[in-house]
């Protein structure tokens, strides 16, 4: 058996779980996106060091870290700390693609004919997305895009689409394609949970030295 903390602080709703082969034991959530960083350590030590708590760092065998894309500096708070354990208790790390989450955890048997298409909102006309088939098979990896009416229309004209994410709100007010689908649909800490598992039962690792968020595009700092 394998116990793994999983981190998220790539969106406005930062989440950790202490997850025992894939099912949460335990969760703890933050709403507000500004105060991740000084919430996050607070709410694993609560989990591992809380009264109740039946896990202890010492006994993690991995963490995993929704690595993006998403928020920069939210990215950022999570990567850190995740590589921090890591270091630290010697343990491998896990990151996780947010768009990939989000359309595993739409996959369901009422979309199961459908294409998925995350979106998230990266700012102005320009999203994150990916695109998976209903197999999930990746068929667009994860890239920024600036969105248009004719924003996925060769893939329209042979497939039914469903976009969700916070990023398809303003795609919506622009394609009226019949086979685009818009709906709502969120990751939760059992999706993340679920997906770590998997990622450790393959080994799939992270090079800790090298590791670094997946931004998809160039942070941008203006001169002084």
């Not at 959530?29 to 609560?46: F, R, Y």
């Not at 693609?97 to 369901?108: E, P, R």
């Amino acid at each position: 058996m394998a116990l793994i903390l999983n981190i998220d602080t790539s969106g406005s709703r930062g989440s950790v779980s202490l997850a025992k082969d894939g099912q949460v034991l335990q969760e703890r959530s933050n709403e507000k996106m500004m105060d991740h960083a000084s919430w996050l350590h607070t709410a694993i030590g609560d989990m591992t060091a809380g009264a109740g708590s039946d896990a202890q760092l010492r006994d993690l065998d991995a963490v995993a870290v929704v690595g993006g894309p998403g928020s920069y500096t939210g990215l950022r708070v999570g990567m850190s700390a995740a590589k921090g354990f890591c270091y630290a208790l010697h343990i491998p790390l896990i990151a996780l693609s947010s768009l990939k989450l989000m359309a595993h955890a739409t996959y369901t048997e009422n979309y199961s004919s459908l294409w998925l298409c995350p979106m998230i909102d990266a700012r102005r006309m320009e999203v994150f997305i990916a695109l998976y088939d209903n197999n999930l098979r990746e068929q667009i990896a994860p890239s920024p895009m600036i969105i248009d009416k004719d924003s996925f229309a060769d893939w329209l004209s042979d497939h039914e689409i469903a976009f969700f994410g916070n990023g398809s709100v303003k795609f919506r007010t622009l394609c009226s394609h019949p086979n685009a689908r818009f709906i709502s649909s969120e990751y939760t800490a059992a999706d993340i949970a679920g997906m770590s598992w998997k990622q450790l039962n393959k080994n799939a690792f992270e090079d800790l030295a090298y590791a670094e968020p997946g931004y998809l595009k160039a942070f941008y700092t203006p001169a002084r």
